[in-house]
């Protein structure tokens, strides 16, 4: 009998890279088409952001999505990466995006946090005094306040780009079934938005199954929905979250190595 899937929740071309990383490790791998993200329409206060984007001083980028969007319309309005701003990204994925296409140099939380978050990043020392700094934060609608409100109560004068939307979608009646069952060898999540939409199918089966989250928030939210055996992975790259999955299904003998997997 085959062994159950790893379910994977993240949404695009991240998510195929992520079932390559733990397909690659041996496990058999699902999809869940949790979510898609949706790319807003332009607006008049988006256009001006990047006309005067070289009066910002700092840029802050909150997702590989939100990069993709910075990086195209940088290109359209700017015959060169316009110098002198600083960038930072919550994830390595993120400064990836950043740095190939634009070719600049981006901050990232401190690798001693271990985590790829909103709290990592204000952690940094450059971020700490922003007193009459303009700030640029480019994220998706929504969301949580944390980076915006800190920012601005460290002295930012901030603008804030909602560039994307995420739209949640139903699971198929295949998942249902397995989530109910508890049918998989372990759920792979990495956004709190989509652990929330789909904990409403998650029979108490699953609800005891491994649950690979990549930050101590989102195990903490896990316990809340009554998820019982979450494992916070040591980032959220395809590396760190194969390593958790190998270190949640196989505790005696996980030793996948991430510097063998694809970073992400």
């Not at 001083?57 to 939100?66: D, E, H």
């Not at 400064?95 to 901050?107: D, P, S, Y």
């Not at 896990?222 to 190998?246: H, Q």
């Amino acid at each position: 009998m085959a062994a159950p899937p790893v379910l994977v929740t993240r949404p695009g071309k991240r998510g195929d890279v992520l079932s390559a990383a733990i397909a690659g490790a041996g496990r058999p791998v699902e999809r869940i088409a949790a979510m898609h993200l949706e790319t807003l329409a332009e607006t008049p206060d988006m256009r001006s952001a990047m006309l005067d984007i070289d009066n910002f001083q700092r840029v802050l980028v909150i997702s590989p999505a939100a990069a993709e969007w910075l990086v195209e319309a940088i290109d359209r309005y700017w015959p060169q990466s316009p110098p002198g701003l600083a960038y930072y990204a919550v994830g390595a994925a993120t400064a990836a995006i950043l740095h190939e296409h634009l070719g600049v140099r981006v901050h990232l939380p401190a690798a001693d946090t271990g985590e790829d978050t909103s709290e990592a990043l204000l952690g940094l020392a450059s971020l700490q005094s922003l007193q009459d700094q303009r700030v640029l934060l480019v994220a998706g609608e929504g969301g949580r306040r944390l980076l915006a409100d800190t920012l601005v109560a460290r002295g930012a004068r901030l603008t804030r780009l909602a560039v994307y939307r995420r739209c949640t979608l139903e699971p198929s009646p295949a998942i249902k079934r397995r989530l109910a069952r508890g049918d998989f060898q372990a759920l792979v999540v990495s956004s709190g938005e989509i652990l929330e939409h789909l904990a409403r199918w998650c029979g108490n089966a699953a609800l005891n199954q491994p649950l690979i989250v990549s930050s101590a928030r989102l195990a903490t939210l896990a316990d809340k929905l009554g998820f019982r055996a979450p494992v916070v992975a040591l980032g959220a790259t395809p590396a760190a979250l194969t390593a958790a999955v190998a270190t949640a299904c196989d505790p005696e003998d996980a030793d996948v190595d991430q510097d063998d997997l694809e970073k992400g």
